[in-house]
């Protein structure tokens, strides 16, 4: 089993940023890549970012390219999503997310361990 604690969220204004970690413990040998994905009101949870464990390799939706960048610290086995420029759709329940060797690395229902969600809230 592998467990998951994001930290960091909280309310910003618009164009602050804002710095999410999740921290993994547990069978994290099981796992070769971690996902930040988000669910905003009444919108179905989307994938947000990626990146594996070995390699520099990092993946981003359209949305969020070139604002936030995803990283990774494999000796503290934690994760972060560095956001800036954030805007009042980014609202949402940010979920970290690990997945083992199969599927692909934007698909939620390939990532079999989660997070319990930290909300960030962006004013306009």
């Known amino acids: 089993q592998v467990t998951l604690v994001e930290s960091g969220g909280g309310l910003v204004q618009a164009g602050d940023s804002q710095r999410l970690s999740c921290a993994a413990s547990?069978?994290?040998?099981?796992?070769?890549?971690m996902g930040w994905f988000r669910r905003a009101p009444g919108a179905e949870r989307e994938f947000v970012a990626a990146i594996y464990w070995s390699g520099a390799s990092t993946y981003y939706a359209d949305s969020v390219k070139g604002r936030f960048t995803i990283s990774k610290d494999n000796a503290k086995n934690t994760v972060y999503l560095q956001m800036n420029s954030l805007k009042p759709e980014d609202t949402a329940i940010y979920y970290c997310a690990a997945k083992d060797h199969f599927g692909t690395i934007r698909r939620r229902s390939d990532y079999p361990y989660w997070g319990q969600g930290t909300q960030v809230t962006v004013s306009s």
């Open positions: 547990g069978r994290t040998f099981d796992t070769y890549a």
